[in-house]
């Protein structure tokens, strides 16, 4: 039997993790955190590495790690602690299958509600930034374009880079409240974003599908941004494997286009 940390501050050295390589990469963590909780006998008490720790020997991002160890806590595996002397530690070697099962549902279902609430706020959001947009406002969107294809090869300047466009077109829109109500959406997804694997294809796409509904936007053509947040929504749901079946469509009295 492997020799469990203590509460003092080391980890055994036995703990080890091994790459994730899955679509919902939250659960792997998971199952991994578990695994390695049996295989070394580690009790109530035992300090696991921390977060930072995991994420690297897994390849996975750190708000990855974290929403796992929030089920875990919350499915009282693991304990929390903060301070200097906090970490990461074992709460009980009695794994609760059904109440993790149940926390990791309830997780999904917290993904698919917040996936409905983008494809439904964000096309207003934008429809109005199409609408009242200034040309300083419409550049400065498109400059952020350009800041991804600039940093096509590091995934944590094209999330900045991301965040900023679409902060960007909520600040256009011109509604306090709307910008406040996305900015809580985009937020709540980040970590949910980050449990999905990056590859360099994966930004010369954003800037593809950014690029056209830059198109739409400075057209003020409804109709294009209708069918390019249409599919970006698809491709969103398909990558967190969840299914939304409603959303909106946006008319105006001057005709599809604005004309």
């Known amino acids: 039997m492997a020799e469990p940390a203590n ?6 050295s036995h703990v080890t993790f091994d790459e994730i390589k899955a679509h919902r990469t939250f659960e792997s963590v998971i199952e991994q955190i578990t695994d390695q909780i049996d295989a070394n006998g580690l009790g109530a008490g035992s300090r696991l590495p ?7 020997k897994m390849s996975v991002s750190r708000p990855t790690v974290r929403q796992a160890l929030k089920i875990l806590q919350a499915s009282g595996v693991l304990e929390i602690r903060a301070g200097k002397s906090g970490g990461v530690f074992v709460a009980s070697d009695m794994i609760p299958v059904n109440l993790l099962a149940q926390n990791i549902a309830h997780e999904v279902d917290h993904v698919s509600e917040l996936v409905a609430t983008r494809r439904l706020v964000e096309p207003i959001v934008v429809h109005l930034a199409a609408e009242n947009a200034s040309a300083d406002e419409l550049d400065r969107i498109e400059a952020t374009i350009g800041m991804m294809g600039r940093h096509a090869d590091n995934p944590v300047m094209v999330e900045r880079a991301d965040g900023m466009f679409h902060r960007r077109i909520a600040h256009a829109a011109g509604n306090k409240i709307l910008l406040r109500t996305i900015s809580n959406i985009y937020k709540q997804l980040i970590p949910m974003r980050h449990s999905l694997s990056y590859e360099v294809g994966d930004a010369e796409r954003m800037i593809a599908v950014h690029g056209r509904q830059m198109d739409a936007l400075r057209a003020r053509d409804h109709v294009r941004l209708d069918e390019v947040l249409g599919d970006s929504f698809v491709t969103m749901e398909e990558e967190l494997g969840v299914q939304v079946h409603h959303s909106l469509r946006w008319v105006t009295e001057r005709g599809p286009t604005g004309s």
Do not use: C, D, F, L
């Open 50 to 56: 921390h977060e930072s720790v995991m994420a690297e």
């Open 7 to 12: 509460e003092r501050g080391t980890w055994s």
